[in-house]
């Protein structure tokens, strides 16, 4: 139990932190790397648009799936 282990607590915040960090790091690294490729200024001019749907799905997946 964790109840009243203060440094328990901090290390298991901090790991879930940082694993967090990491995996939204990979993730944004695996699709820069994969995407690089198409770099131009037909596809650039949709990056806004495309982020925007990115942020959407994602709040619609936490908010609907319990993510």
């Known amino acids: ?3 009243g282990n203060l440094p328990a607590v901090l290390l298991l915040i901090g790991v879930f932190g940082a694993t967090t960090i990491m995996t ?11 995407l690089g490729f198409l ?9 806004p648009a495309a982020s925007g749907m990115i942020i959407i799905f994602c709040g619609v997946g936490i908010k609907f799936l319990g993510l």
């Open 1 to 3: 139990s964790l109840a």
């Open 24 to 34: 939204m790091l990979a993730a944004v690294f695996a699709a820069s790397f994969s």
């Open 39 to 47: 770099r131009g200024r037909q596809v650039m001019r949709f990056a």
